[in-house]
């Protein structure tokens, strides 16, 4: 049979499309000081309803909440004030990339993320009218309880598979609808115990990497000392291919979930929260091991919140 001109020219370009189908270009790189100008501060009442007074960025820096070098960028709460479990929040930091993303791969280069009883720290991805635009909970974790759990929560309609997927960590939940399991969503949990919390501080922190395309939704994470960190990421290529990345930590296909009517344009969120809806839910604090209850031991104990920051390396985007 022979081909058309036509014909051959589509072949060409649908193999190329397959070829470079793993292939992102760095289209942002945010390095200390850049935090400030790429996300805005969002001093707002805590949608989990945490122990928290969110503040705004003129206030974040006056009390040193936020601070910056050259290499670096670093976020955290209030470690001095002494409060009322019964009165406002610990003051801490939110803020809210002012890019929104739909196909791209986000990598966090992080030192240090908030450490203590109580925290409620969350590197995360949220789409417009909640949940139906989507949430990719990248790092989140509470109380200091190793490991890391990434979790999607969307509108009716999404789930994922209960097994046979390719990935490193272990599924805790298949619906990914937020109206559904006390929005639980569908997670699923890092097998590396230094993925989150003070053993990933003790290890120097690490590199987390989500990739968002149309045929699913990953996750890797990469200990400081990992010899298998991809060479692009630790020099700071422009461009990456996710395919020699190997296995993730967390895969979301689209067998069972629609990825482009679920997720709509999304923006980056980075967060320190107290208490609320998971931290401070009493079964969850007392399996922790902390001590009190969660508001009284936050308001009366300023001192154990000095290491409750995220440093940042850098954050690169590649699309």
Known sequence: MKLSATSIFLALAYASTLVLANTYSLSSSIIGSQFLSAFTFQAISDPTHGFVTYVSESDAQSAGLVSSTSSSFRMGAD????????????????????DEYNTHVAVFNVNH??????????????????????????????????PNQVT???????SIPASGVS?????????????????????????DANSYGPAFNANGGGYY????????????FWARDSPNIPAALSSGASSIDTSGWGEPTANFPNTDCNIDNSFGPQNIIINLTFCGDWAGNSNVYAASGCPSTCNAYVAANPSAFANAYFDFASLKIYE
Do not use: F
């Open 167 to 191: 990935q490193y960590g272990t599924t805790l939940g298949t619906d990914c609808d937020a109206n559904d399991n006390n929005n639980s969503g569908c997670g699923v949990r890092s097998p």
């Open 209 to 220: 990497a989500m990739e968002r395309t149309s045929a699913a939704i990953k996750v890797w």
């Open 79 to 98: 470690h001095t004030s002494v409060l009322s479990a019964s009165g406002a929040g610990r003051k801490s930091v939110r803020i809210q990339s002012n």
């Open 152 to 158: 999607l929560h969307t509108g009716p309609g999404c």
């Open 113 to 146: 993320m908030p450490e203590g009883c109580g925290t409620w720290p969350a590197l995360w991805e949220v789409g417009g009218d909640w949940p139906s635009g989507g949430e990719i909970d990248i790092v989140e974790g509470v109380n200091n309880v190793s």
